[in-house]
């Protein structure tokens, strides 16, 4: 099984800053990592596939990179909106053995 | 608007069974492969299975497999999980999401909360 690693657990930042959030796979993944946003109460919604590619209607201050083991999810100028936790998840493997990251949680500073 | 509504969760006893299902409209739900993630309380994601778009191939969690089935009935637009032999630790909420064939979960459902209590 791929082990997904994110780091730090918890991100406090004031709104407007900048966030940067990494995601770490125990074997390489290539470029087959997505990132979700799931804010209290609610269900997981995809922001980015493929390491970089927004999904539809995602803003472009998300923005993510990396490749193989090492991934990050970075927010500019972070809105109230944007506060909640992030995870990351591999799709590299078969036969599927999906793999999520523990989350990060995005507070107000 | 894409729809993927689960229902079927509640509360069951260790040892029981429970059937989730996953009714989808406004979706090209038989193009899609389709799969079920949970979420214990306060915890983090975790897949528990998927199925091909026809139904042939069916893949598990090794924490669900061999009590747990995949199905579904692309005539009815809908997903299946029977959940069998239950334990404290299925405690969850159970989503309903598109896709996970070597590609991206989307979209998802609300979700429908399974307890087990022992």
């Known amino acids: 099984e791929i082990v997904m690693t994110q780091s730090p657990a918890t991100l406090s930042v004031s709104p407007g800053e900048r966030a940067t959030l990494s995601c770490r796979a125990s074997?390489?993944?290539?470029?087959?990592l997505a990132w979700y946003q799931q804010k209290p109460g609610q269900a997981p919604r995809l922001l980015i596939y493929?390491?970089?590619t927004r999904a539809t209607g995602i803003p472009a201050r998300f923005s993510g990179s990396g490749s193989g083991t090492e991934f990050t999810l970075s927010i500019s100028s972070l809105q109230s909106e944007d506060f909640a936790v992030y995870y990351c998840q591999q799709y590299n493997k078969w036969p599927p053995r999906l793999t999520f990251g523990g989350g990060t949680k995005v507070e107000i500073k | 608007e894409v729809q993927l509504v689960e229902s079927g969760g509640g509360l069951v006893q260790s040892g029981g069974s429970l059937r989730l299902s996953c009714a989808a409209s406004?979706?090209?739900?038989?193009?899609?492969?389709m799969s079920w993630i949970r979420q214990a309380p306060g915890k983090g994601l975790e897949w528990v299975s998927i199925?091909?778009?026809?139904?042939?191939?069916?893949y598990y969690a090794d924490s669900v497999k061999g009590r747990f089935t995949i199905s579904r009935d692309n005539s009815k637009n809908t997903l299946y999980l029977q959940m069998n032999s239950l334990r404290a630790e299925d405690t969850a909420i159970y989503y309903c999401?598109?896709?996970?064939?070597?590609?991206?979960?989307?979209?998802w459902g609300q979700g429908t909360l399974v307890t087990v209590s022992s």
């Open positions: 074997q390489s993944v290539s470029t087959k």
């Open positions: 493929d390491t970089s």
């Open positions: 999401v598109g896709g996970g064939f070597r590609d991206w979960f989307d979209p």
């Open positions: 406004e979706f090209p739900f038989s193009t899609y492969p």
């Open positions: 199925i091909s778009t026809s139904g042939a191939d069916t």
